[in-house]
């Protein structure tokens, strides 16, 4: 997207909608912050890589990536749609913190992480990927409900969650086929022109 001088109405209702959908999942608040310009245009123009956890990011270790994508496919497993790992949202949200976040947002998510990994450790005596997806799931729901977590961990999680569903929407497959959501000038090209009265959210479903 270009900057907010230059948008054209049809930009500018474009991002409006988006924002609308995507408050409706994160909140009003959350969707604001993170779905700015500036967020969006980083967004989009991000290239899903097949080995985004396999070396360091631009913010997170490689360590911190795998537990990362194993967060993601929890959060969004894969339903009729692939999973929030399948589509790189790890990779997404390195690349976002590094792009749009300030140093003490990337550390809020540096610490969840480290914070998963050390309960998981505690708990399980392994690391968070090698659990099943059962006990995966029921960690992250402990850390909902501060079971062996505190409330700032649970804020932050919050705000990694936040960005993983933007990731998700702004994705090829999360735009196209969840949130249905076409970008202007461009964007993802669907056999059935999206309109603002034929969107819709589609199937997804998020933990």
């Known amino acids: 997207m270009s900057a907010s001088n230059n948008n054209t109405p049809q930009q500018l209702n474009e991002r409006r909608w988006f924002i609308k959908r995507l408050g409706q999942v994160i909140g009003a608040t959350g ?3 993170l779905a700015t310009t500036a967020g969006v ?7 899903p890589r097949p ?3 396999a070396k360091d990011g631009a913010v997170l270790t490689k360590e911190q ?6 967060v993601c496919a929890t959060v969004l ?3 009729d749609t692939p999973s929030a790992a399948d589509v790189d949202c790890h990779g997404f949200i390195d690349h976002q913190l590094s792009q749009c976040h300030s140093v003490d947002e990337q550390q809020l998510v540096v610490d969840i992480l480290e914070a998963i990994e050390a ?5 399980h005596n392994k690391p968070f990927s090698a659990l099943t997806h059962a006990q995966q ?3 992250l729901v402990d850390l909902e409900a501060l079971n062996g977590f505190v409330a700032s961990q649970k804020v932050q999680f919050k705000f990694l969650k936040q960005l993983l569903i933007f990731g998700y929407f702004t994705s090829e497959i999360g735009a196209t086929q969840a949130l ?7 964007g993802y090209k669907g056999s059935i022109p999206a309109t603002p009265s034929t969107r819709s959210w589609g199937s997804l479903n998020y933990y």
């Open 31 to 33: 969707a604001a912050a």
């Open 41 to 47: 245009s980083s967004a989009l123009a991000y290239t």
């Open 51 to 53: 080995d985004s956890a």
């Open 65 to 70: 990536l795998i537990t990362l994508r194993d």
């Open 77 to 79: 497993p894969k339903t």
């Open 119 to 123: 309960q998981s450790e505690q708990v």
């Open 137 to 139: 799931t029921q960690l």
């Open 180 to 186: 249905v959501y076409q970008a202007v000038p461009g």
